[in-house]
């Protein structure tokens, strides 16, 4: 079998999976380095890595996007550019993958439209595969997304989040990907984002066989987390029920929250019958020997708490989020209440504000509001701005329910129904005046920005 590269449009990509027998592997460098490393492996790293990695035969290699951008520049003082720039010189014919949160980007809150359309304009020079969420699975919120990357002849991997609960049925989940599939055309392939390794297999087997029974030409990627040990079972279930890619890491690197190792992968389905498309398993080994040595300098960045958390699906915190959350804990002095925090505060504010999923910016949302209600003594004593405009509707409906009316009352005030009727709904973000910004920040440093 042909080895999709870099190049190919989004009709021959879905063209080929379509006709493909076994499944493919999309390397989560990125992920990996946000959920066990806060995002703190460097560029230098991935170098190293390049030249193996290419010839491993990955169908994509997750490289950019989710939080790794902001970290480049802040914490790494990375051009993320340059840093595409340099590993596609290395790596010709590798699909670059990126995590795009939808109207808030690469960031927290949603931004202007023309702001939106610019940034994913620029990075698709060199992003080819993109796999894009909104918290709330609000399909508007991710529709200028859709329409850049197609404009830009790249593809489109529009994500339906998972979580579990009576609300996250089968069929809620078909009029997401029904929703979905009236925007952007069937030259997609959609992902399954089970954003916090959530669920059993057989949960997560019934809801690919779902899909595939309704949408049996739509390629579905299933991505997962291994914070409870079961990852490689899920990804089991989602191939043996019509997964066509599905995501791991390298070995020498994965930890406890990011994703499980690409050769276990392989090795246990190959023992089921399903072969990985166009890997080397020679290169996947020689990748993790390679840089096996660098992870001793990243020991600073791994998690405050070691070992899998089966706990998680009580909590429901996304993997990307769990090292960071940890580390917040343990600067702020209370790594000794998180018992309280994961396991009783976090699932009842869950359950309060809409359960609705657990990912940024909303895992977010849930996480402060929970440290605040057991820190402060006081429940919904000291909300956020973000909650407020989470309970404004400005993130986009509440998918299922919405909280009860105490809640509204102690976060927007006693006129709360006033303020709601005045300020709510989706924000109509006027545009930025991008080139006085740019003209207003080389005035502040002293040099044009990139």
């Known amino acids: 079998m042909e080895r999709i590269v870099q190049g190919a449009s989004p009709a021959d990509i879905v063209k080929q ?35 193996a990695r290419e010839r491993a035969g990955y169908f994509s290699l997750e490289i950019t996007g989710g939080a790794s951008v902001h970290v480049d520049i802040l914490r790494k003082q990375v051009d993320p550019f340059l840093k595409l720039q340099l590993l596609r010189e290395k790596m010709p014919t590798t699909m670059f993958q990126t ?15 023309n702001v939106i359309r610019f940034t994913v304009k620029e990075f698709a020079k060199y992003v080819d595969v993109w796999r894009t969420f909104d918290f709330m699975n609000y399909i508007p919120n991710m529709q200028a997304v859709f329409e850049e990357v197609a404009k830009a002849g790249k593809l489109n991997e529009p994500c339906i989040c998972f979580s579990t609960g009576p609300e996250h049925t089968d069929a809620y989940y078909l009029t997401k990907v029904k929703e979905i599939l009236e925007v952007t055309g069937e030259d997609i392939v959609l992902c399954i984002k089970n954003h916090g390794g959530l669920g059993t297999p057989k949960r997560i087997g019934e ?30 279930a989602a191939v043996k029920s019509g997964a066509n890619i599905v995501d791991a890491a390298d070995a020498s690197f994965t930890g406890f929250y990011g994703q499980p190792p690409i050769l276990t992968v392989i090795q246990t389905l190959k023992e089921l019958g399903h072969n990985a498309n166009t890997i080397d398993e020679e290169a996947v080994i020689e990748t993790s020997e390679v840089i096996r040595d660098e992870r001793q300098h990243y020991e ?48 009842r504010v869950q359950k309060e504000l809409g359960n609705y999923w657990s990912v940024t910016p909303g895992s977010q949302i849930l996480w402060t509001t929970a440290v605040s209600n057991v ?76």
């Open 99 to 113: 995590l795009c949160r939808g109207v808030n980007l690469f960031g927290y809150r949603p931004y202007p439209q």
């Open 300 to 347: 600073a960045f791994e998690s405050q708490i070691k070992g899998f958390q089966p706990t998680v699906q009580i909590h429901k915190l996304p993997g990307g989020a769990m090292g960071s959350s940890l580390e917040q804990a343990a600067k702020g002095g209370f790594l000794d209440k998180m018992p309280d925090i994961l396991h009783k505060e976090l699932p």
């Open 207 to 236: 809801l690919v066989n779902t899909i595939r029974q309704k949408y049996p030409d739509l390629p579905l990627h299933y991505h997962g987390h291994n914070t409870d040990g079961n990852d490689v079972g899920r990804i089991v």
């Open 17 to 51: 999976l379509q006709n493909s027998e076994g499944y493919f592997i999309t390397n989560t460098a990125r992920d990996l380095s946000q959920s066990d490393f806060k995002n703190r492996i460097l560029l230098h790293t991935d170098l190293m890595a390049a030249d």
């Open 375 to 450: 820190q402060g003594g006081e429940r919904y004593g000291n909300p956020s701005g973000d909650l407020r405009n989470l309970l404004l509707g400005k993130y986009g409906p509440f998918p299922f329910y919405e909280p009860e009316d105490w809640i509204f009352e102690k976060v927007l005030g006693t006129d709360w129904k006033k303020v709601l009727a005045e300020e709510g709904g989706v924000e109509d973000i006027g545009d930025m005046d991008i080139a006085k910004e740019k003209e207003t920040l080389a005035d502040r440093i002293g040099e044009d920005p990139t």
